[in-house]
């Protein structure tokens, strides 16, 4: 299975898997910019991808940004669909407490490739039952013994 990716800009930096059975691409900064407390912005790579067919990309945070700096994926996981090919973004966040630099060149988040399931949309007047039910937020509890 092959994504194909084409450079927007010449110093666009092609993403790759770091290590042999890494899950996620590393995406790359083109800008330089600062991310002050509090801040979202639109990180551009440079890049636009054409992704296998029946597929999607999630752009995930990468956890040393989101531990160390409070930086995270704002969005996440962003979605890009099979049929898009315009410039891949990072809409990033600062959680911290501190500006923080993007530089040309920082790995700012990564992209994982993932099957995509269709499914036929039935209209029905109800759902089979179940032992959760409507149960939902919170209502398996808190788990208290470790």
């Known amino acids: ?11 666009a930096i ?4 770091e290590h042999s059975n890494d899950a996620g ?19 551009h790579t440079g890049i636009s991808i054409e992704l ?3 597929t999607e990309a999630q752009v995930r945070p990468r956890s040393g940004l989101a531990l160390k700096h409070q930086i995270t994926v704002l969005n996440t996981p962003g979605t890009i669909d099979e049929g898009y090919r315009g410039e891949i973004g990072v809409i990033l966040i600062n959680h911290g407490k501190k500006p923080f630099k993007i530089s040309k060149g920082m790995k700012i988040a990564q992209m994982v490739i993932a099957p995509v399931i269709r499914v036929e949309i039935e209209e029905v007047d109800s759902l089979t039952d179940t032992s959760r039910g409507t149960d939902g937020f919170g209502s398996t509890g808190i788990t208290t013994n470790i």
């Not at 092959?2 to 010449?10: Q, S």
């Not at 691409?25 to 990180?43: N, R, T, V, W, Y």
Request: proline share 8%; charged share 25%.
């Open 52 to 54: 296998p067919p029946g």
């Open 14 to 17: 092609i993403p790759k898997y």
């Open 25 to 43: 691409l590393d995406l790359i900064s083109i800008e330089e910019l600062e991310l002050l407390a509090g801040e979202s912005k639109l990180i």
């Open 1 to 11: 299975m092959k994504l194909k990716v084409v450079k927007l800009i010449h110093s």
